[in-house]
């Protein structure tokens, strides 16, 4: 696969940076999060730019650096109050993300163009300072903390020290001695913890003198006072803020017009019945007859003479000459190192299909399963997504047949809902991308009428720029076609399928 081309695509990017940090992601809906276990994505442009991909991935890195290095147990005893909690947040992001990039270095350079982007415009001034100067005692903490990856920063730092200076004197110098502590030794959730309570005990304390001493003016205090009783809704966006409001302002207008990823969902399944059965091991065996012959000639064992192996003593004559070459080695052709996916559509629209779909499914798994090299998997969409009792409105998709998993004969399932083919195939790189085979299949058994083309259509142009090859089984619809072209057939009853398949695979499978 095209690594370059690869961490271009966000589902993929997600799906790797999911497996290499060791959590879950999701891509859908409108909101940007983590629960502590998953990332959620919103819904995407189909045709992000550059600085929302750098934002995606930046999002990723970040909140999976928080599910793996924050104890959020200590944070939930700590009981900050929203004020208390802002501060934490600067401490903690900086920490994590750090402790993260030791990890994987990568990351650094994601975070450091993230910081660019959010803490500094074209001009290079900065876009998060306020001009309520207590509020900008938060801004500043921020800055400074951001500032140590992001040298650029340190005019806004300066800048911004000014204005507090202004108000509140001598305030900047006493807590950047507190944060001067937190870069040299912050190493842990319950250390960012208690940095920031002495953070917030030096503030209360410079209030307390501040009001004491009554040559200064009130207005000031009053500021800073209103800043450390403040609720959420009142302090300034912090870094993950404002990463989440960008992301979900770019979710488009019709969510179904953007990149989602369908979600694990379940679906009933039912075993084929006796005549079925009958039937595609028949097919089956048609389907498998072929197979074998196109790749017989590439798994044919060869003898080589070399240097090393039993003597050969027809090359005995070579050691009048010196030739070492007279040892013959049994040599095989390399083997298909192959994974397959097969796609069911059960959605409403293949009600009279189905059947017909569910055997081609079991036969065509039954033939490629006999195949050395070939790893095969079967999935079905839409399926039930169940939470509470309720079902939700989203892309679902349920497996079959497992990658690995021993063939069994529940292929039987009924239809009804939509048709998220795009989503669905986003979810199914996903889950073949980790796989060992070289190459990597998917094949779609469907009636070709996909909820939404568009979405469809970019899931089958990027997955084949990124070495996935999606072919089409059109069941009684030649829509199939126009979905597939020149990568699909059409198949009206069981017999059609054993030279359908042959006719679509045999190039692929021989390569």
Request: hydrophobic residues 40%; aromatic residues 6%; positive net charge.
């Amino acid at each position: 696969m095209n690594n370059r081309l690869l961490m271009k695509s966000l589902p993929l990017v997600a799906s790797v940076l999911g497996q290499k940090y060791g959590v879950k992601v999701h891509i859908g809906g409108d909101k940007a999060f983590t629960d502590g276990r998953t990332i959620q994505l919103p819904a995407l442009p189909l045709d992000s730019d550059e600085v929302l991909q750098c934002m995606a991935r930046g999002f990723l890195d970040h909140e999976a650096a928080h599910i793996r290095e924050t104890n959020f147990e200590w944070l939930k005893l700590a009981k900050f109050t929203p004020f208390e909690m802002h501060i934490w947040n600067s401490l903690e992001d900086w920490r994590v993300e750090n402790k993260l990039a030791e990890i994987f270095p990568g990351c650094r350079r994601n975070f450091q163009r993230l910081i660019r982007h959010l803490f500094i415009n074209d001009s290079g001034q900065d876009q998060g300072v306020n001009n309520d100067p207590a509020t900008a005692i938060l801004n500043w903490i921020l800055l400074t903390v951001r500032s140590w990856d992001v040298p650029e920063l340190g005019k806004a730092c300066a800048g911004t020290a000014c204005t507090i200076e202004v108000h509140y004197p001598g305030l900047v110098d006493r807590i950047k001695s507190i944060l001067q502590k937190v870069r040299a030794k912050c190493d842990s959730t319950q250390a960012s913890i208690l940095y920031t309570r002495e953070i917030v005990a030096l503030l209360k304390q410079y209030l307390n003198e501040y009001q004491k001493n009554k040559s200064k003016g009130r207005g000031p205090a009053q500021n800073l006072e209103k800043l450390i009783r403040s609720k959420s809704s009142d302090l300034p966006k912090g870094f993950s803020e404002a990463l989440e409001e960008h992301l979900v302002k770019s979710v488009p207008d019709n969510i179904d017009d953007g990149l989602q990823v369908a979600k694990d969902g379940y679906k009933k399944l039912a075993e084929l019945d006796k005549d079925e059965l009958t039937q595609t091991r028949r097919a089956s065996t048609a389907l498998k007859s072929r197979l074998h012959g196109i790749i017989q000639a590439k798994t044919i064992s060869h003898n080589r003479i070399g240097r090393h192996g039993r003597l050969s003593t027809a090359h005995l004559h070579r050691i009048a000459v010196g030739n070492p070459r007279m040892f013959r080695s049994r040599q095989e052709s390399h083997g298909i190192s192959t994974a397959v996916h097969l796609l069911m559509d059960c959605s409403g629209s293949m009600r009279r299909r189905i059947g017909l779909a569910s055997q081609i499914s079991h036969t065509v798994v039954s033939a490629l399963n006999s195949i050395n090299g070939v790893n095969v998997g079967v999935s079905a969409f839409p399926a039930i997504r169940a939470q509470g009792g309720e079902n939700y409105d989203e892309p679902t998709v349920s497996p079959i047949l497992n990658h690995g998993q021993k063939l069994h004969s529940h292929f039987s399932v009924a239809a009804s809902g939509s048709t998220p083919l795009g989503e669905v195939l986003w979810w199914t790189f996903q889950q073949m991308l980790p796989l060992p085979e070289k190459r990597k299949i998917i094949l779609c058994i469907t009636d070709g009428v996909p909820d939404n083309p568009a979405n469809a259509q970019q899931a089958i142009k990027d997955g084949s720029q990124n070495g996935f090859e999606i072919y089409g089984l059109g069941i009684k619809s030649e829509a199939v076609f126009h979905l597939f072209p020149g990568k699909s057939r059409v198949i009206t009853e069981l017999s059609d399928l054993a030279p359908a398949m042959f006719d679509l695979l045999q190039e692929s499978l021989t390569k």
